[in-house]
């Protein structure tokens, strides 16, 4: 079975930084996925923020977090990271990791539920106090 562990997330102050994990099992980065973040504010919808090519190593980002995240995977650990800098009370919510089989050539589609997504980590909570 496939499963995504996220951890990493907590309260920090403006302009503080965070690292997000998310570590996958029950597939390999040798398969073709799509890998990435979404998240969740309170009484808003849940929104991609960023994602990568377990293949090769191409990445998305939505408009609101460009330059200020970057995401990076690790293959030996099957392991995606989202650094997140410069953060902003607006960037608190719930993150949680995805993957959807097959989504890794066309990363913004897979951002925007084209595909759907197969597979959802459970949440990790970003609060950005200002």
């Known amino acids: 079975d496939v499963q995504l562990q996220a951890s990493g997330g907590g309260l920090v102050q403006a302009g503080g930084s965070l690292r997000l994990s998310c570590a996958a099992s029950g597939f390999t980065f040798d398969d073709d996925y799509a890998i990435g973040w979404f998240r969740q504010a309170p009484g808003k919808e849940r929104e991609g923020v960023s994602c990568i090519s377990s293949t090769d190593g191409s990445t998305y980002y939505a408009d609101s977090v460009n330059e200020r995240f970057t995401i990076s995977s690790d293959n030996a650990k099957n392991t995606v990271y989202l650094q997140m800098h410069s953060l902003k009370p607006e960037d608190t919510a719930v993150y949680y990791c995805?993957?959807?089989?097959?989504?890794?050539?066309?990363?913004?589609?897979?951002?925007?539920?084209?595909?759907?997504?197969?597979?959802w980590g459970k949440g990790t909570l970003v609060t950005v106090s200002s």
């Open positions: 995805a993957a959807t089989p097959g989504a890794g050539i066309w990363l913004e589609g897979f951002m925007n539920y084209i595909y759907g997504i197969h597979y």
